[in-house]
């Protein structure tokens, strides 16, 4: 099928996790790797270091203790990120703000069987053990299931949501479930909490990328109309064995449960997106009522704190809305990007300038869009806002420490910036380093262009 988003033409292949592997194969951006690894960060290490040297997803085909593969890293850069949108890598904002945008929504579609139902294990057979959920940083807590997306309902409204929750194993059928005040899952919860009665969960593990994007989204609405809007066409959903939601029907492996009420127990720490490890958090229970999965299904993780993390929950749900707000501002905005080096606190952004004082009104712009951000780095559009090397090239070259910058002490952050206070409270920093001819005009920089060597070696 081709669609059109906007001026974006794609064609869509992939519908779930396999199709999405198969993608990635035809891209080079696929590591199978067949020696053995262990759970117990040894396949976090190894994917880790795939991801930093730009070899794409791993899959691990023999796991310590499994006969389940397991796939890491499915959207942990922006060239992975531009094949599970089925775009190019410039056209990353313009789909995620198609998608994003409640004018694009696509329902879904139900059906009335998943592969994911052919086996199903319920009752005192349940036992988490079967799945081979890694340990992955040195000092998280034990086990933790990172990359399952959460999907719930909303008990007064009924419209479904997504999520990412972490989930510490505890025992055969019961997991931490870490959920944060503000979000809407834990507001499902205290409805029906208030009521002495039980949240039904459902935990979808190994979907199409297009599901694990939405989920780490902030909307008002079934983020599953989000990963309809980015394939063109409804998600499939079928109806969990012993809850009553709407899941996926493309998933791997779904584990359905509830969250009990006044059910509370610690849980923690785990690698976390800032680059530290987290605080333990006094957190509901899961309790497991059915694990179901397709025949040789795949396992699929998010290395915590690492470069996935940060794209899915930071990077591609808020650079459509930074865009948004710094254009506001100035129509010369040629580009923005946030980078995961980052952890999701800052933003870089292109602009063909035409006013000495742009590069300021920009930086304000994007503080005020997200108050995650607190660093804003302004450049010119010869500078590629993707390679980490051409920034600093222009902080070195462009930037008078004297002159071009400028600070708000006082702002607020996020509560988990290690550099803030408590209540989130620091000081955001915006650099222009933009080239200032006006000082000293060195002319045009020094490029040499791509040249497709295949004739030459």
Known sequence: MILAQRDIIVVTKIHDLRSFIAVLEEAGQMVRIHHSVSLDHELANVAAGCQRQGRGAVQFESVEGSAWPVFAGAVGSSTLAALALECDVADIIGVMGHALDPASAI????????????????????????????????????????????VTKDPVSGRGNLSYNRMQVFGPHTFGFNVNEWRHVMQFYRVLE?????????????????????????????????????????????????VDIDIPAHCEIVIEGMLPPQSRREEGPLAEFHGYYGEMWNSPVFEVTAVCHRDYPIFQTIIPGHDEHIYIGNVLPREPLLLRFVRHVSQNVTGLHIPPYGNGFAALVQVAKSNPGEARNIAMAAFTAHVNIKKVIVVDPDVNIYDPADVLWALTNRVDWSQDYFVVPGSQGHEMDPTASERGVHTKIGIDATYKPERRDYGERIRYPDVDLSGYL
């Open 194 to 242: 208030e009521q002495g009665k039980p949240l039904e969960v459902a935990i979808a593990i190994g979907v199409d990328p297009a599901i694990s994007i939405a989920a780490g989204a902030r909307y008002d609405d079934d983020e599953l109309l989000i990963a309809g809007a980015i394939r063109g066409e409804g998600v499939p959903v079928c109806k969990g064995v012993t």
């Open 107 to 150: 329902a879904t579609e139900s059906i009335s069987k998943a592969e994911w139902q052919r086996n199903v294990i319920t009752g005192n057979e349940i036992d988490v053990s079967l799945l081979p959920i890694p340990t992955h940083g040195l000092h998280d807590g034990g086990p933790f299931i990172t990359g399952g997306i959460t």
